[in-house]
C-alpha cells in the first residue's frame, strides 16, 4: 500500500494544495466565449456528485494536504442544496481556504450566510461595465444584479476579485473603466486571455494576449507598478499609485504560469482533471460509486498525479483532440 504524504506533489516537485471542485455545470447566463445561446445538454441529478460525495472526496484530499478548496461551476449558487454543503465543507480538518466563483446573480441572498460560515474569498465575473455590452457577450440583461453584488460583498468586506475575459472587438473598450474601479475600491480587476473553450461558438482572437493587454493599461496609466505576486499566482499583478485595489493579468492562453502550478481540478461528474488543457482524466465519483476505500481512492489521485504535465502546452499536445477545445468551461469546471 502507498503511503499518504502530507502533502502531495507531483513529478516535477511541485507541492498541490489546491482543489478546484465544480458542483454543477448549469449556468444562468450565456456568454459567448462560453457557450452556445442555446445553452449545453445540461447533466442529470444523478451523475452529479452528490453533496455526501463531494464532502467525502473533498475530506480524502484534505487529508492528502490540500488546504484550499475553491468552489467553481457552471453557476455554483444554481446547485440546490449549496449552502448546507458549504457548511459542512468549513468543518473538514486542514482546510485553511474556501473561495468561491460566481457570476453573481444568485449570490447577493448568500452573502450574510457565507460571512457567518467565515468564507471570505469571492470572485466575480464580470465583463464589462456597459449595460448593451453586457447584454451582447452574456446574453442576458443582468448588469445590475451583479453590481448590486459587487457592492454588498465590498460593504460585508469580502476579498473581491473581478474576473474579465478579454476579448478583440467586443470589451476592449470595458479595460479603462474596469481598472478606474480600483481607484475607490479595495478589490482585484484581472485580465484574463480568452481561452478555447467556447463551446465552438467562435475562433478566438490572440491580438489581447496579456502583453498587449499590459501595455494598453500602461498607455493610460504609465505609473502602473509591478507588485509582488502571492504564491503560486497565476497573475501577474500591478498597481497604481494611490488607487486602492490592483490589477492582475492572466495569461490563460498563453500560459506562463504553469511552472508553479499548485492545484487540481474535479469537474461536477467527478473527473479529475490535473491540467485545464487535459482533456480526460481518473473520474473518482465512479470510483467511490463502485465501493472504493478511501485509501484506495488515494492510490488512484496519487497515479493521477505521476502523470501530471509538465504545462499546458504539453497537456494540450498529449491529449487534446480537436473536438476538445469545443468544450465549454461550464462542463470542465471554469
Known amino acids: 500500500m502507498i503511503k499518504t504524504p502530507m502533502m502531495l506533489k507531483d513529478k516535477f516537485g511541485r507541492e498541490i494544495d489546491y482543489l478546484r471542485l465544480a458542483v454543477i455545470d448549469r449556468c444562468n447566463l450565456r456568454c459567448t466565449y462560453c457557450m452556445p445561446a442555446e445553452g449545453l445538454n445540461w447533466l442529470s441529478k444523478n451523475e452529479l456528485m452528490s453533496n455526501e460525495e463531494m464532502l467525502r472526496i473533498c475530506r480524502i484530499f484534505t487529508e492528502m494536504g490540500v488546504s484550499k478548496i475553491r468552489i467553481t461551476g457552471g453557476e455554483p449558487f444554481l446547485r440546490k442544496g449549496i449552502m448546507p454543503f458549504l457548511n459542512d465543507l468549513t468543518q473538514l480538518n486542514g482546510l485553511k481556504n474556501i473561495a468561491i466563483t460566481t457570476n453573481g446573480l444568485n449570490t447577493l441572498k448568500n452573502i450574510q450566510e457565507l460571512k457567518n460560515l467565515g468564507i471570505k474569498s469571492i470572485n466575480l465575473s464580470l465583463d464589462s461595465l456597459d449595460r448593451e455590452r453586457f447584454f451582447q457577450i452574456t446574453r442576458r440583461d443582468e448588469l445590475s444584479k451583479v453590481i448590486d453584488t459587487l457592492d454588498q460583498l465590498i460593504e460585508n468586506q469580502f476579498e473581491v476579485k473581478i474576473n474579465t475575459v478579454v476579448m478583440d472587438s467586443v470589451n476592449t473598450a470595458d479595460i479603462y473603466p474596469l481598472v478606474e474601479l480600483t481607484k475607490n475600491k479595495p478589490i482585484s480587476v484581472r485580465f484574463i486571455e480568452e ?132 468544450q465549454s468551461m461550464a462542463s470542465i469546471g471554469g
Not at 217 to 238: C, G, Q, V
Request: charged share 25%; net charge neutral.
Open 195 to 326: 481561452m478555447p473553450f467556447n463551446g465552438g461558438t467562435h475562433e478566438i482572437s490572440l491580438k489581447w494576449n496579456a502583453d498587449h493587454i499590459i501595455k494598453h493599461i500602461k498607455s493610460a496609466y504609465p505609473m502602473l507598478d509591478k507588485i509582488e505576486n502571492e504564491r503560486n499566482s497565476t497573475a501577474m499583478n500591478f498597481n497604481i499609485p494611490g488607487y486602492q485595489g490592483n490589477i492582475g493579468i492572466i495569461a490563460a492562453y498563453t500560459r506562463n504560469f504553469c511552472g508553479s502550478c499548485n492545484r487540481l481540478r474535479l469537474t461536477s461528474v467527478g473527473e479529475l482533471r490535473t491540467c485545464l488543457y487535459q482533456s480526460k482524466g481518473i473520474n473518482l465519483r465512479d470510483l467511490m460509486r463502485q465501493g472504493n476505500s478511501d485509501q484506495e481512492i488515494k492510490e488512484f489521485i496519487e497515479l493521477a498525479l505521476i502523470h501530471k504535465p509538465k504545462d499546458g502546452w504539453e497537456a494540450e499536445k498529449q491529449y487534446f483532440s480537436m473536438d476538445e477545445t469545443h
